[in-house]
């Protein structure tokens, strides 16, 4: 009888060994998935801001790049232009009693010198716009409709409060006004519409840009599930997640397509603060 008792304690010592050893095994397996969890946490994010190190890099000289080639256009080129522009008013002056297809020839080539040095203007201008820098993200804006208006048979509307807040950094403004760029480039080219309206908001809290088309629309998740998604879609995700932003896409039930890109405000710096917009008065309240 005694034999019994003690196989029964024995037993229950080697059940309770057993269970305490499966313990801590259950407990060493689980705290070792949980630190590979947590390092490859670590490991995303930090490959996560690599990339995104690497694609602000990568922007960063596009934009140097830009500036480089739209400053030569403006020095070299512009300067070239210039003086055949000149040298061709001077053979006229000169040619004054000459034949008069000889007059007409030099007058031709100075009105395609003209035209010549106005289209070098404008691709500078779209290389770096400077009327970005100087009066703020709604002025550029408004003169890029301008300008679309004049060359396309297309009606565009644009509505801001941006002159209500004090500017964004440079690189947001600039991000932005990329967007809106490919945006409207995007609406013109696939969407077949006549008709496009861009709107500004900022809030205390995000900055929305929504540019919205009548034309034939599109669906974004669609394209990239099938993995049709363009350059161009893929380029504003790029440009967004370098400033912590967002795009979203909606089809309007009146049809068309809006994009929506939602960017959150930079917190204000101590120190002094950025002015409104260079060049311009402050409002008067």
Not at 120 to 135: A, G, K, N, S, Y
């Amino acid at each position: 009888m005694q034999d019994i008792e003690e196989l029964k304690f024995v037993l229950v010592i080697a059940t309770l060994a057993m269970l305490l050893m499966a313990f801590f095994v259950i407990s060493f397996v689980m705290l070792y998935q949980k630190k590979k969890f947590e390092a490859e946490k670590k490991l995303n994010e930090v490959e996560k801001g690599h990339n995104k190190r690497l694609l602000d890099t990568a922007l960063d000289s596009e934009e140097t790049e830009r500036r480089r080639i739209a400053q030569d256009l403006h020095d070299d080129i512009g300067t070239m232009l210039s003086l055949t522009k000149l040298s061709l008013n001077q053979l006229n002056k000169i040619a004054l009693e000459s034949d008069s297809k000889e007059r007409a020839l030099i007058r031709k080539s100075q009105s395609l010198v003209e035209e010549t040095i106005l289209h070098v203007r404008r691709i500078t201008r779209d290389l770096v716009p400077t009327t970005l820098e100087r009066f703020g993200l709604s002025e550029a804006i408004s003169e890029f409709i301008n300008k679309l208006e004049a060359d396309n048979q297309l009606k565009i509307s644009f509505h801001s409060n941006a002159d209500e807040f004090p500017r964004q950094q440079q690189k947001v403004e600039l991000t932005l006004y990329r967007i809106m760029q490919e945006l409207v480039n995007n609406a013109i080219k696939h969407a077949k519409c006549t008709f496009i309206e861009i709107e500004l908001e900022v809030t205390t809290e995000f900055l929305f840009l929504r540019v919205t088309d009548n034309g034939i629309g599109f669906d974004a998740q669609q394209l990239k599930d099938s993995n049709m998604t363009g350059l161009g879609l893929l380029g504003i995700e790029s440009r967004l997640a370098i400033i912590n932003g967002i795009v979203r896409y909606v089809s309007p039930a009146t049809g068309g397509s809006m994009a929506i890109a939602q960017i959150p405000v930079a917190p204000v710096t101590a120190g002094k603060p950025e002015p409104l917009h260079p060049y311009k008065r402050a409002r008067i309240s």
